[in-house]
């Protein structure tokens, strides 16, 4: 089935107020409608990509290898013979761009729903901007994966599973949360390390665009929310709570591959054995979380319940905390480039 329908009953909130409010997102707005870029025009879309071609390891990172501990005797994927391996980093590419550009569609719906839901004007500027951009980044990543790797991985359950969570939800600052905390928190994590391991510069290329944009929509995230659940009650407090630790779960989840293990004829049960216990994955896990766990701490809900929960799916970095860099702030600083 080609379409995935989610009910959800919203309100939508129109606004008479006109006037300036929030200065801090007018001017990420004025940000976003000056570094627009056209994935047409603007990407090199002229090499090929040889899919399945072994590349040299790169000089300018430790690569897939070094990332997720891709050698180690104890690894399935390290009991492969060349070919084998080049066919795992092939396929791991390929299943990482396919869940950024379903989670790019996702981010699109999303925000296209905050322009409806959220109740101040300046708000709804940017998320308007914020859906161009997401059109934009999953025009890009198709293009890429229909004409230039030619191979693609369906939507993985644990992420169709939490967009079906923020889309059936009707408060507007859980779609927050859940969205622009969440999951662009984790996607701009994950674009700077999957262009570490990526095979080929157009990927690199598309990716290096997104994520200038994915700091700002973070930093949209965190300005709307901060100063939202000071003063929440503990009942609506702890249904936020319970989001997060639910998506934090999921999204956790998403990183087992199971559909990697089994595209390149690893038992997947092995395979996720090895990604949830193998301490280089644990590491890659934190990274892929570094930017979500400070600013749930900036938004007070990294409180006494979510903590542990996190620190058993092994994502919390505790001594980043304190110097933590403000995703507003890079967000509001990112330019073109």
Known sequence: MSTYPVESQIVTEFTWDYADRRPALAKLYEKGKTSQWNATTDIDWSPEVNFGEARPQSS????????IGFAGGESPIGRLDDAGRTQFRWE???????????????????TARLVETVPDLDAKFYAANQAADEARHVEAYA???????RHSYPISDPLKA????????????????????????????AFGLGNVMFQDPIIRQITDYVMRDEARHVAF??????????????????????????????????????????????DVQAGKEFA??????????????????????????LTDRVRPHFEQLGILQLADLPDSTADADEGLSTGTG
Do not use: C
């Open 221 to 266: 995230g965190v300005l709307s929310l901060q100063g939202l659940y000071d003063d929440m009650d503990s009942a609506e407090l702890a249904d936020r709570e319970e989001f997060v630790m639910d998506a934090a779960q999921l999204m956790r989840d998403r990183f087992l591959l199971d559909d990697v293990w089994e595209r390149v004829g690893i």
């Open 60 to 67: 300018d990172g430790p690569g897939l290898e070094g990332i």
């Open 143 to 149: 293009r890429y994966l229909n004409e230039k790797l």
């Open 92 to 110: 791991f590419q390929s299943w990482m761009v396919s869940q950024f550009m379903h989670g790019e569609q996702g981010a699109l719906v999303a």
């Open 276 to 301: 949830l216990h193998n301490p280089l994955m644990g590491l890659f896990r934190q990274m892929l979380f570094s930017k979500i766990v400070p600013n749930l701490n900036k938004l007070g809900l």
């Open 162 to 189: 939490l967009l079906t969570d923020i889309m059936s939800e009707s408060r507007w600052d859980i779609t927050y949360l859940g969205m622009q905390i969440m999951v662009e928190g984790l996607a701009l994590a």
